[in-house]
């Protein structure tokens, strides 16, 4: 990681979608749009990268950017551009099961995903919220086991966040073939372990011709910890939580309190002044 002045040589920036490009309220703040509107007229380019399913980054890609572009979805588990699909990594096929299982005993609620499909078995509170903030809902299927013989991308657990973290520490202690980690204090993030937003960003940097240490990447949460330690300059929001602003080579204010645009400005990216 690097805290140098940029040069303004062309650039991946690397944006987090919750608690980083949204605000409380899950919409973009103005700040940013201009922001990565200047970013891109500056030539750089901008991906987002998010534990959410594709069909809704995409959605927030058309808004951000006014096309699909290159994303990361599913916390590294899905990259795409348009509807190419450029890299996947999904759960081999007894870890989803096993996940189920042990997810069911701690009565948490289980979302499975694959490729652009969402599959749970009952709609439960936390699901139900899920489904508002990416703007489309999941397919109810009788047994989550059978759907998990198919492609499995992800598993998103949802619940009291003691026995969400009991859980990720579970999977780490016994399966080592995923990986699991905390978007949020109540939901936890299960890939495979070949999957990561830091390993899907390295990937789109290099299909982009971009050397490493020109991707700038934010974030707040536990799953984008890689992803800013591995950046060329790691942002974390104010909002962030503690090991990421520890990780990152700059913290900002939150996504309440324009975020992007106040380290884009302080990093020499966006003049002062500008909105």
């Not at 759960?91 to 490729?115: G, K, M, V, W």
């Not at 998103?156 to 859980?167: A, H, K, Y």
């Amino acid at each position: 990681m690097s805290t140098s002045t940029p040069d303004h040589a062309r650039s991946l920036f690397v944006f987090d979608v919750d608690g980083t490009l949204l605000d409380a309220r899950l919409r973009i703040p103005a700040s940013t749009r201009h922001a990565v509107h200047e970013l891109l007229k500056g030539g750089h380019r901008v991906a987002l990268a998010s534990a959410r399913p594709p069909r809704s980054i995409a959605q927030l890609s058309r808004d951000l950017l006014g096309r699909v572009a290159e994303m990361i979805a599913l916390n590294g588990a899905w990259v795409s551009e348009g509807d190419a699909m450029l890299l996947e990594r999904t759960l081999a096929p007894d870890d989803a099961p096993a996940i189920i299982a042990y997810a069911r005993a701690q009565e948490l609620e289980i979302n499975l995903f694959s490729a652009r499909e969402w599959f749970v078995e009952h709609v439960g509170p936390g699901i139900e919220a899920e489904a508002e903030i990416v703007m489309f809902g999941p397919i109810v299927v009788d047994d989550l086991l059978v759907s998990s013989r198919q492609v499995t991308h992800k598993m998103l657990l949802i619940g009291d966040p003691e026995r969400v973290r009991d859980v990720r520490d579970w999977v780490q202690a016994h399966l080592p073939e995923v990986a699991a980690s905390r978007s949020k204090p109540n939901y936890c993030e299960l890939v495979s372990h070949d999957a990561s937003k830091a390993d899907a960003m390295t990937f789109l940097a290099k299909r982009l011709g971009i050397p490493p240490e020109r991707v700038v990447a934010f974030g707040d949460g536990e799953n984008d910890l890689p992803m800013i330690q591995r950046a060329g300059i790691g942002v974390a929001m104010g909002n962030a939580m503690d090991d990421v602003k520890k990780a990152a080579d700059f913290t900002t204010t939150s996504h309440d309190e324009d975020g992007i645009a106040h380290a884009l400005r302080a990093l020499g990216y966006l003049p002062y002044g500008a909105p």
